[in-house]
């Protein structure tokens, strides 16, 4: 089995859906020649020829609106938004016209499109390249939003949604694109879209958690082991929307507490709809206040005090002790 990191497993995941579909379609800035700004798609326009890996013009909303035509049309498009900042020139296409293609035609047509992003903090990059817009896609009716936290997870969960016939958000942290390697087969296989994963177990509390905070909330949960013999049990939700709020109960069953952690701002996010869902469905089943661990309602600030902005574990711990002394 291969060793990859997240970047070249999801550039594997690209190559092999090129390769299984000729439908397959990848374009944006720079992302033929060049590869992309993180190289993601390097060497794939010279295996695949520039009829379907291709640069488009610096223009989010037209790379959306390409991808929207060509999905009609059969084609499956998959179309990188070079940050996740830029997300906003390409909303309408997105959330507006993609996310209701097939309501709105009776299902004569769907919107079988990949939108690609990096996204997250802690690299010191420029303002607008670094934001958690996860929640203001989640809120979108017919869109999936997906984000892996593993070279294995990204490349199963990139080639499923290809496969999917409704649009995919999918966001790539960048501080995971060269943080580890990890085994990935190098054969065709999917991670199913909408359901989490137990990446530990545990028996005292449940950290609900995703993408670069999956990593952060081990390193919590290790010292609260190692210092108190606290379990923790974390979900990672790989899936933001739909959440799978299935395992997350059957997990607050055995627990009992729950705290939710998330990069992105506190307020009205991936988070607060996982505590919502939590009092709908096993909420006698908790014995304490469901907290949130994210980072503060503000701007996302510039690089020089970004460290002191992103949850730490340390703030995860004060979090599970909380919960654990209500």
């Known amino acids: 089995m291969a060793q990859m990191n997240m970047k070249e497993a999801i550039r594997d995941a690209l190559r092999v859906e090129l ?26 326009q010279k295996e695949f020829g520039e009829e379907r890996v291709f640069d488009t013009p610096l223009a989010e909303s037209a790379i959306g609106g390409l991808a929207v035509g060509l999905g009609v049309q059969g084609f499956r498009p998959v179309a990188e938004i070079q940050f996740v900042g830029f997300i906003f020139e390409a909303l309408d296409q997105m959330a507006i016209q993609a996310s209701r293609m097939r309501y709105r035609s009776g299902g004569r047509y769907n919107s079988p499109i990949v939108f690609r992003t990096p996204f997250g903090g802690g690299v010191k990059a420029a303002e607008l390249h ?24 990204a490349k199963g ?55 670069m905070m999956v990593h952060t909330s081990v390193k919590a949960a290790d010292e609260l082991e190692k210092t108190k013999g606290i379990k923790v049990e974390i979900i990672d939700l790989r899936t933001v929307s739909p959440i799978d709020i299935d395992t997350i109960v059957a997990s607050i069953q055995k627990t009992n507490r729950a705290i939710v952690v998330q990069e992105a ?45 992103l949850p730490t574990p340390t703030r995860i711990i004060d979090a599970v002790n909380k919960v654990l002394e209500f």
């Open 265 to 309: 701002q506190k307020s009205s996010g991936v988070a607060a709809e996982v505590i919502a869902q939590i009092n709908e469905k096993a909420i006698l089943h908790l014995e304490a206040p469901v907290l949130r661990v994210a980072g503060p309602d503000t701007v996302y600030p510039f690089a020089q005090i970004e460290d002191t902005w």
């Open 19 to 44: 390769k299984r579909d000729p439908n397959v379609l990848l374009f944006g800035e720079d992302v033929g020649h060049v590869g992309g700004v993180f190289r993601a798609t390097e060497g794939l």
């Open 157 to 211: 969960l990139m080639i499923a949604a290809i496969r999917d016939n409704d649009p995919v958000f999918f966001m790539e942290h960048l501080n995971l694109y060269h943080a580890f390697r990890a085994e990935v087969p190098e054969d065709d296989y999917t991670v199913e879209l909408g359901k989490a994963n137990v990446v530990r177990e545990g028996s005292d509390v449940t950290i609900i958690t995703y993408g």
């Open 130 to 153: 670094t934001d958690s817009l996860e929640g203001l896609l989640a809120q979108t009716p017919g869109i999936k939003v997906v984000v892996p936290s593993n070279p294995y997870d």
